[in-house]
């Protein structure tokens, strides 16, 4: 099993900046890739970038240009450092973890961290 705790959510300016982080705990020797997504008000939840162990990366268009998604030494830790933040930035983001257990790939959902960028 993993666990995910999420933090540095908050309120910030349009044009802002704000760091994500996520840490992950349990079985993090399975994990093959960790994530970001978000969802708005009304809206489906949404990939925003994801890494594997392979230090792939990849980004929604949205974001590209502004989000940088990293790990930490331990590969344990995950961040999404967002850039020039927008008003439509503004949703709870979600860290996910994906890691092998009985032979299945499964992903594990943080609790969500709100962000809200004011015009």
């Known amino acids: 099993q993993v666990q995910l705790v999420e933090s540095g959510g908050g309120l910030v300016q349009a044009g802002g900046s704000l760091r994500l982080s996520c840490a992950a705990s349990?079985?993090?020797?399975?994990?093959?890739?960790m994530g970001w997504y978000r969802q708005a008000p009304g809206n489906q939840r949404e990939l925003v970038a994801l890494?594997?162990?392979?230090?792939?990366?990849s980004y929604a268009d949205s974001v590209k240009g502004r989000f940088t998604i990293s790990r930490g030494n331990a590969k344990n830790t995950v961040y999404l450092e967002m850039n020039s933040l927008k008003p439509e930035d503004t949703a709870v983001y979600y860290c996910?973890?994906?890691?092998?257990?009985?032979?299945?790939?499964?992903?594990?959902w943080g609790q969500g961290t709100q962000v809200t960028v004011s015009s």
């Open positions: 996910t973890a994906d890691y092998i257990a009985v032979a299945f790939t499964r992903r594990k």
């Open positions: 349990g079985s993090i020797s399975s994990i093959n890739a």
């Open positions: 890494t594997t162990t392979r230090d792939v990366t």
